[in-house]
T-cell receptor, first 111, second 117 residues
Framework: QKEVEQDPGPLSVPEGAIVSLNCTYSNSAFQYFMWYRQYSRKGPELLMYTYSSGNKEDGRFTAQVDKSSKYISLFIRDSQPSDSATYLCAPRWTGRRALTFGSGTRLQVQP | GAGVSQSPSNKVTEKGKDVELRCDPISGHTALYWYRQSLGQGLEFLIYFQGNSAPDKSGLPSDRFSAERTGGSVSTLTIQRTQQEDSAVYLC???????????????FGPGTRLTVL
């Protein structure tokens, strides 16, 4: 079993929809939870991060962590065609700098 | 300012050949990471360098893989006797590591796409 599980999609939604992207993880030592966005043929770029449990909002994006159920979510409101990309969750624990990535969910927002 | 750069952007090689992949981190970044992204395995950590500390090599898949970082800046990832399963995109990231911050963002380069025939 992988440490981080993520539905690979693809997920196709119409423009303006609310998108929910999710990951589950098994390592209870994870303390930092990142979401990266990766456009085709580009390197990943950090979208949001949260520390421990809770919610964090940034514009149209909301990251949510539930450590009790080991569940990570990213919500995108009013989705745009420019949001079409692969979204990777990447938790990390204090003792290790390297990130453990989920396999990524490919999102396609249809105009 | 300039981001992380990697070269070459694409590399095609024959099975059994050695390859070298180069990463130029963001100037002043003390930490450098190599990751590998393949269809079957997703994005996997390979190796991490931080300043003058011994590198964390725990992600290297075999002894055919090695990396060095010269002068605390440029890094080279070397794969000896390449195999077809080494075909992947190799990504480099750098970050400015210093105490007091909860998280130090890793900035990724565009990657080198390696194809082993």
């Amino acid at each position: 079993q992988k440490e981080v599980e993520q539905d690979p999609g693809p997920l196709s939604v119409p423009e303006g929809a609310i998108v929910s992207l999710n990951c589950t993880y098994s390592n209870s030592a994870f303390q930092y939870f990142m979401w990266y966005r990766q456009y085709s043929r580009k390197g990943p770029e950090l979208l949001m991060y949260t520390y421990s449990s809770g919610n964090k909002e940034d514009g149209r994006f909301t990251a949510q962590v539930d450590k009790s159920s080991k569940y990570i979510s990213l919500f995108i409101r009013d989705s745009q065609p420019s949001d079409s990309a692969t979204y990777l969750c990447a938790p990390r624990w204090t003792g290790r700098r390297a990130l453990t990535f989920g396999s990524g969910t490919r999102l396609q927002v249809q105009p | 300012g300039a981001g992380v750069s990697q070269s070459p952007s694409n590399k095609v090689t024959e099975k059994g050949k050695d390859v070298e992949l180069r990463c130029d981190p963001i100037s002043g970044h003390t930490a450098l990471y190599w990751y590998r992204q393949s269809l079957g395995q997703g994005l996997e950590f390979l190796i991490y360098f931080q300043g003058n500390s011994a590198p964390d090599k725990s992600g290297l898949p075999s002894d055919r893989f090695s990396a060095e970082r010269t002068g605390g800046s440029v890094s080279t990832l070397t794969i000896q006797r390449t195999q077809q399963e080494d075909s992947a995109v190799y990504l480099c990231a750098s970050s400015l590591e210093w105490g007091g911050r909860i998280y130090n963002e890793q900035f990724f380069g565009p990657g080198t796409r390696l194809t082993v025939l």
